[in-house]
Nanobody
Framework: QVQLVESGGGLVQAGGSLRLSCAASGRTFSNYAIGWFRQGPGKEREFVARITRSGGITTYADSVKGRFTISRDNAKNTVYLQMNSLKPEDTAVYYC????????????WGQGTQVTVSS
C-alpha cells in the first residue's frame, strides 16, 4: 500500500503561484511513477502532469505546459507541482496518484487539495 497526502492548495489571484506537495508513505516511493490530475467544477478529472520513478522524464498537459513544473525528491518521499501564471480555469481539486507499472492504471490516489484562482 502507498498512502498519498496532498497539500499546498489555496486561494490565489490570477497570475499568482502555488506549490502543491504530494507526500507518500508506505512502500518504497522510488518504485512508483507519480501523476497529478485535477477535477474542476462540473468537469471530468483530467491529467495535468506526470513524472517517472527517477524524475528523469516529465510530461505535461498542453493546458499547463510552460506554466507548471513537476518534480520529485525521493529522499523526502515527496512530489511537487509548481504552478505559475495561474488562471481561473486552473481552479480545481488537484490529486496525486501513484502507479508501479508504466504504462498502466494508477493504483493509489490521494484525497485531493483545492486550488481556487480568482480573476
Amino acid at each position: 500500500q502507498v498512502q498519498l497526502v496532498e497539500s499546498g492548495g489555496g486561494l490565489v489571484q490570477a497570475g499568482g503561484s502555488l506549490r502543491l506537495s504530494c507526500a507518500a508513505s508506505g512502500r518504497t516511493f522510488s518504485n512508483y511513477a507519480i501523476g497529478w490530475f485535477r477535477q474542476g467544477p462540473g468537469k471530468e478529472r483530467e491529467f495535468v502532469a506526470r513524472i517517472t520513478r527517477s524524475g528523469g522524464i516529465t510530461t505535461y498537459a498542453d493546458s499547463v505546459k510552460g506554466r507548471f513544473t513537476i518534480s520529485r525528491d525521493n529522499a523526502k518521499n515527496t512530489v511537487y507541482l509548481q504552478m505559475n501564471s495561474l488562471k481561473p480555469e486552473d481552479t480545481a481539486v488537484y490529486y496525486c496518484a501513484a502507479r508501479r507499472v508504466v504504462p498502466g492504471p494508477y493504483d493509489y490516489w490521494g484525497q485531493g487539495t483545492q486550488v481556487t484562482v480568482s480573476s
